[in-house]
Each structure stands twice: as C-alpha cells, then as structure tokens.
C-alpha cells in the first residue's frame, strides 16, 4: 500500500491549477500539457490542500467531513496523491 | 453533416502565433510553403480566437510558431488567453525572451514553458538550429526561465545525427529541474519530410532510444516525468494520430485557418476555414475538413474491420496521404497495411544514407 507521513505536506506547485470546466460541467486539475478530470473525492482532497496542512491534517478532516473511519481514508487519498506526485503535478514537502 | 451532439468539445489549441523564427531547425513541423509576416492575425483578432476557444471547451492553449517570441504582442496575447480561462503553455526556442520580458509574461500569467532542445552542446545545436550562438542564447534564457520559477518542459527532437546525445540531454533536463521532457524522435511532415534521407534514425538507434527513456522514466520517477514519441518509420502499429481527428484538438495558423492537425494542409482535397470568416465553433462542428476523418465511415480496409480502429483510429492521415497517396488509407507504418514492408525498406535505406546534406528550413 501507498504510504505517505503524517508531516508531510502536499503542495499544489506553480503551473497547476483547479478548474471549473463549466463546458463539461466538471472540476478538471490543469497542469503543464495534461488536464485531469476529478471526481467529487478527488476534488474534495484537493480542497482540502492549502500548502499548510500536512497529510495527517488533511485526511483527519476528510475523515471528519465525510464521517468515514481514518484508516480507510488515509489509503484513499495517500494513492490519489502519490499518482500526482509521481507525475510531478503534486509536491510532498 | 455529423451530428453536433456526437462530436466531443476540442480540449487543445495549438496556436502557430507566427512562422518567423531565429532558428532554421531541419524538421520543423511548419509547412514548407510559409505565410508571410503581412497576413499574421493581429492581437484583437488571436484574443477574440482564444475567447471563443474558451467557450468552446478548449483548455489548453499552447502558444506556439515559428517562434511566438517574435510576436511583439506575446505578453499581451498571454494576458488576454489567461482572461478567457485558458491555461498558457509557451513553446519556444527562448531565442528572444529576455529576464524583462519573462517578469511580463509572469505577470500576465504564463502557466507553463515548454524549451525546445537541439542539441546539447553548442556544436551540435547551432548546426541543428542554424543559427550560430543560438544555443549560449537559450541556455541563459533557460536559467532565466527556472529563475522566474516558470514550470519547464525541456523538449528534445532527436533524430540519426543527434541520438547519440540523448542521456546527456536528459541528464540536462534534470540539471535544469525541468519537470516534464519530451523526447520526440523527428516526425516526417513539413520540412522533415525533406530531411528524411539526413535525418532517419537507424533501427538500432530507435530501439536504443526505447530502452534509454524506459531506463530514464524507472529511475527518475517523481523527479522528471518523460513523454516519448518512438520512431514512426520503425514501428509496428502506427500512432495514435491527434487521438482522433476533429475530437482533441485543433490548430490556428498564423493567418487564421483552422487545421485538424499542423500537417493537414499537405492533403490537398481538404478545404480549410479561416477564423476572419467563421466562428470557431462552426469550423469545428460543420467545417469539412474537421469532418473528413472523423468517426469511422471514411475508412477502408484493413482498418474498417480492425479491432485496433478504435485505439489508434487508423493512424496519421498525412502519413497515409505521403505514403500510400491516399489520405484515407491505412497508415503505411502498421503491420497491417500492404505498404508496410515497403515502408520498412523505405527506413532502412533511408537511414543509412551517408551522403544526405541537411536542408534548413527557411523563414517568411
């Protein structure tokens, strides 16, 4: 399983931004030649990153919002932000 | 005419903002018969294109040329796409960006610069480029580029005379902590289509070339990400061609029409609208050309009962049209077509042609 620490801090870098696509009606990540189409979990985690809040931080609130057990949330979103961080359109600080 | 409702909105725009260019690069993709300087859109016209791109669904918009430096009105081209809600990708030799210039295209919004790469010593990329000091020039700009903290794509077209440099310029892509690269092996259209007797890599150096960037991509995972284009000539199933005429992207030529792809004018029964007289949504819903290849009715056999027609929807229609004569033939690099062997004799002689002078492409 994916695993990412607590203190880490995911960042969303220069050259990357969310998007509404209102064409599509859908919330894309642009990034530099690549645009990502994202799913409500996919945009919630990304709302959720402000380049303050570490990993731990971050899933403790999805945990929260979404009244979900952490476990399960922490391998959701550590593989969602592991495949943008290996396509270096997310930075783990 | 094809139903509206069955055509996807275009994603990409490629906007060739100019021919004119420093640089005189043997495989440029521009056609070999050039627009002049006097027909070039003026920046109400290019800022009224992005808006309706927009509109339209585009996405990504990608400043191209010649070179979209020499545009005098980038920064304010830049500013105006990133208004529309475009993301802005700069693809540029960096031949005329200066360090006041970068502040102003920061300022204006500039997502994202794509480097091109000739070579990767002076040498070697002068000679490519035909223009001597040409590669000192980039390689300032291109620390002015990571400076200004402009995300960078480092582009590298390799080819027989340059291939030998190819982990020297990925070494160099991650000196310069380029985030992306793209490794092209040269396509054959526009000028490369005259340069294919200097230029063909042999079967050895595109398999080598294969194993570098697999080699690369493992152990640079999370530092540079690698896109690669094989060589064509050499391969076993043809690309996957604009991922669908008329369903990605389009092209806008420095005069205003608008092109399925950037070689589409080398087939000739195609008819292409101008911008200065249609809305773009009209050219890329009903223009004929955008409807000439799209779906699968225009196909022929292999392709028509081929399992593969809905992954690579038959290959490049320019290729079929410079091969076999045909645009709507099967493209001659797939296994499949009866030319491929004859395409495969065609790499194989071409490639190992010693004798071939490079012919540099000329600007408007």
């Known amino acids: 399983m994916t695993q990412i620490a607590n203190d880490a801090i995911p960042v969303i870098p220069r050259g990357v931004r969310l998007h509404k696509d209102t064409v599509r009606d859908l919330w894309v990540l642009l990034a530099p030649e690549r645009t990502i189409n994202l799913d409500p979990i996919g945009l919630a985690i990304l709302n959720e990153i402000d380049g303050q809040r570490n990993f731990g931080e971050v899933v403790a609130r999805l945990a929260d919002a979404y009244s979900a057990p952490v476990d399960q949330i922490t391998g959701d979103v550590a593989e969602f932000l592991t495949g943008l961080s290996d396509r270096r359109i997310l930075e783990l600080t | ?364």
């Open chain 2, 1 to 364: 005419m094809v139903p509206r409702t069955s055509i996807p909105a275009p994603i990409a725009m490629l906007a060739e903002l100019t021919y004119r260019c420093p640089l005189s690069c043997p495989y440029c993709s521009n056609p070999v018969e050039m627009a002049k300087k006097e027909s070039e859109l003026d920046t109400d016209v290019w800022l009224d294109v992005f808006e309706q791109a927009a509109k339209l669904g585009v996405l990504q918009l990608h400043l191209s040329g010649g070179e979209p430096a020499s545009r005098r009105d980038l920064v304010a081209l830049v500013a105006g796409a990133r208004k529309s809600g475009l993301y802005t990708n700069l693809i540029t030799s960096a031949i005329g960006l200066t360090q006041r210039r970068l502040a102003e295209l920061e300022q204006a919004g500039l997502d994202h610069v794509q480097l091109s790469l000739q070579g990767t010593d002076a040498g070697m990329a002068d000679r490519i480029g035909g223009y001597k000091g040409g590669f000192a020039r980039k390689m300032q700009a291109a620390e002015w580029i990571v400076e200004a903290g402009f995300p960078l794509t480092l582009n590298a077209v390799v080819h027989r005379q340059n291939l030998h440099q190819l982990p020297d310029a990925i070494e160099m892509a991650v000196a310069m902590k380029a985030r992306r690269m793209e490794v092209a092996i040269v396509q054959f259209h526009g000028w490369a289509m005259l340069n294919r007797e200097a230029m063909m890599p042999t079967r050895e150096q595109a398999a080598e070339a294969s194993r570098i960037v697999a080699e690369a991509r493992e152990r640079l995972k999370g530092t540079l990400v690698i896109d690669y284009v094989p060589a064509d000539y050499h391969s076993d199933y043809p690309k996957r061609c604009m991922g669908g005429w008329g369903t990605t992207g389009l092209n806008v030529t420095p005069d205003g029409l608008v092109l399925p792809c950037h070689a589409a004018q080398t087939i000739p029964t195609l008819e292409f609208d101008n911008v200065s007289d249609k809305r773009l949504a009209d050219i890329w819903y009903d223009g004929s050309a955008f409807n000439a290849y799209r779906g699968e009715d225009w196909m022929q056999e292999p392709c028509k009962s081929c399992d593969r027609r809905k992954l690579d929807f038959g290959g490049c229609r320019c290729q079929a049209m410079a091969i076999a004569g045909d645009p709507a033939a099967t493209d001659p690099v797939c296994i499949k077509s009866p030319l491929h062997d004859k395409m495969t004799e065609l790499a194989d002689a071409l490639s190992h042609d010693e004798t071939a002078e490079l012919v540099y492409r000329k600007s408007p």
